[in-house]
């Protein structure tokens, strides 16, 4: 059972696009991450998210975690070639354990 | 954050022969995490290493295929065992550093079984 939906899968634009990838569960999360991952490479952090209706902004970046802290968008404004990767979204359950529950991942490409 | 490194970083192994990873941290850690990578594919979690206690494992992973080892508080191994072409993937551990729940990973070890 995939507990986070993460949308869309791929994702194909030109550079100077904006973009949103969506992360949706039923399920309450003590915080939610997103990662960045090139290939050949590990992911990379990019935000930590763990407050209700929290939003953190990394330049073209927009992270936002919904008020009942089910969901999380990530926006990217004006996107350019270097964002291009895997983005992933994952969430943590139970505070105490830190487990992660990964998304499926979103798969961008931008194209000059 | 932390500095992970993985060794080896990619092998092309022979089925039935056996795989052991290493991942070394810059600075002692509580939690380990190893994960497991398929083509194309998110992450899913094998197991979570404590220092001093037997790793916990997620359904659908067993000790006898992925034994595990956390000798300190800055070193752990996974070991492939009688590896098939299915268990070609991107093998990565991370760390729980900072609060919050936060993982930093490592580069990944890429396995290719022939």
């Known amino acids: 059972t995939q507990l986070l939906e993460q949308s869309p899968q791929f994702l194909s634009i030109q550079e100077g696009e904006n973009l949103t990838v969506y992360c949706n569960s039923s399920s309450v999360f003590s915080s939610l991450q997103w990662y960045r991952q090139e290939p050949g490479e590990g992911p990379v952090l990019l935000v930590t998210?763990?407050?209700?209706?929290e939003v953190k902004k990394l330049k073209r970046l927009t992270f936002q975690f919904g008020d009942a802290r089910k969901d999380s968008s990530l926006h990217i404004t004006a996107a350019q070639t270097g964002d291009t990767g895997l983005y992933l979204c994952?969430?943590?359950?139970?505070?105490?354990?830190?487990?992660?529950?990964f998304g499926a991942g979103t798969r961008l490409a931008v194209h000059p | 954050s932390a500095v992970i490194s993985q060794k080896p970083s990619r092998d092309i192994c022979q089925r039935g022969t056996s795989l052991t990873i290493q991942c070394q941290v810059d600075?002692?850690?509580?939690?380990m995490f190893w994960y497991r990578q398929q083509p194309g594919q998110s992450l899913t979690l094998i197991a979570t290493a404590n220092q001093g206690s037997e790793a916990t494992y997620e359904s659908g992973f067993v000790i006898d295929k992925f034994p595990i080892s956390r000798p300190n508080l800055t070193f752990s191994t996974l070991t492939v065992s009688n590896m098939s072409p299915e268990d070609s993937s991107i093998y990565l551990c991370?760390?729980?550093?900072?609060?919050?729940?936060?993982?930093?990973f490592g580069p990944g070890t890429r396995l290719l079984v022939l």
């Open positions: 994952a969430g943590a359950r139970n505070g105490g354990y830190n487990k992660l529950i």
């Open positions: 600075s002692q850690v509580t939690m």
């Open positions: 998210v763990v407050t209700g209706g």
């Open positions: 991370s760390v729980d550093r900072g609060g919050r729940e936060t993982q930093y």
